[in-house]
């Protein structure tokens, strides 16, 4: 696998831009390579990738998009010997980032462009105008768009009526994100389940795919300490920690590794996991 750089990007805010790098995009290139994977996070206003601090998929460093020498800094990052992550933040840090790439050429070193949306309006009309800003300074850039926070894969074109269009007929309208884009990137995005061990696994400081490889026996811990566990809340601990590593090696079985084989397909990648 040669050294893959993937970029995580929305103009607009709240779509779960660092949870998609750090819980699919990570892992990916982690799991490809079994190596740590450098993670860059672009953005003035927030950090959230310390919200992973106790991960060991990555390398992380903040990058300040404020700084006077910011394109040569993006040159340096981007032209690396490295397998990398970037995740970059919305609202005017796009603007300033997709510029820097562009007039210094590094976008010619991104191999796959990941742009999230929830099933708002708005959200399909910024995935739009992103996905159109970036067409139009590189024509053969490689796409995929995550549906994040999906109620479930089986009326996943019903929830995101904004990326799919009106399917049910009700308004006669077509307008939707498909209908902006070229055929050859209408149909390549992920629905990333909506699931409480997101939320869990990030307060554990962890990815769900770092979750799911664990494999200690908490039931046998639970049967084996019972008697002597002298507080009920060390009982509930165990036990949630055995619901959390199901629940997550669940989640990597049914969305993550069928996520990351479509973005083999993207990548044009041999899937040997």
Same mark, same amino acid.
């Given at each position: 696998?040669?050294?893959? @750089? $993937?970029?995580? *990007?929305? &103009? =607009?805010?709240? +779509?779960?831009?660092?949870? %998609? ?51 040569? @800094? $993006?040159?340096? *990052?981007? &032209? =690396?010997?490295? +397998?990398?992550?970037?995740? %970059? ?66 009326? %996943? ?117």
């Amino acid at each position: 696998m040669k050294n893959i @750089k $993937i970029m995580v *990007i929305s &103009s =607009k805010g709240g +779509v779960g831009k660092s949870s %998609i790098s750090m819980q699919l995009i990570a892992p990916y290139l982690y799991q490809k390579t079994n190596q740590k994977v450098a993670f860059y996070e672009f953005d003035d206003e927030n950090s959230d990738c310390l919200s992973y601090g106790d991960s060991n998929l990555t390398k992380r460093e903040l990058v300040e998009v404020s700084s006077d020498i910011l394109r040569e @800094k $993006i040159t340096d *990052i981007v &032209s =690396k010997d490295e +397998v990398a992550c970037f995740d %970059i933040g919305g609202n005017k840090t796009t603007t300033v980032v997709l510029d820097a790439l562009n007039e210094n050429g590094m976008i010619h070193f991104i191999d796959l462009v990941v742009i999230p949306l929830l099933d708002g309006e708005q959200d399909g009309i910024n995935a739009s105008i992103i996905y159109s800003i970036l067409k139009g300074m590189r024509p053969d850039l490689k796409f995929v768009f995550i549906l994040n926070r999906a109620k479930n894969h089986r009326y %996943i074109q019903y929830q995101f009526d904004n990326y799919f269009g009106d399917i049910r007929g009700i308004f006669n309208e077509n307008r939707s994100v498909k209908n902006y884009l070229f055929d050859e990137d209408k149909n390549k995005y992920i629905a990333m389940l909506d699931d409480d061990i997101i939320k869990y696994s990030r307060k554990f400081g962890l990815t769900i795919y770092e979750i799911a490889q664990d494999d200690r026996d908490f039931i046998s811990q639970l049967k084996l300490n019972m008697s002597t566990m002298s507080k009920e809340q060390e009982v509930k601990l165990v036990s949630f920690k055995n619901y959390i590593q199901k629940a997550s090696k669940t989640y990597y079985e049914d969305v993550l590794q069928p996520a990351y084989k479509k973005i083999d397909e993207i990548l044009g990648e041999d899937n040997d996991n």
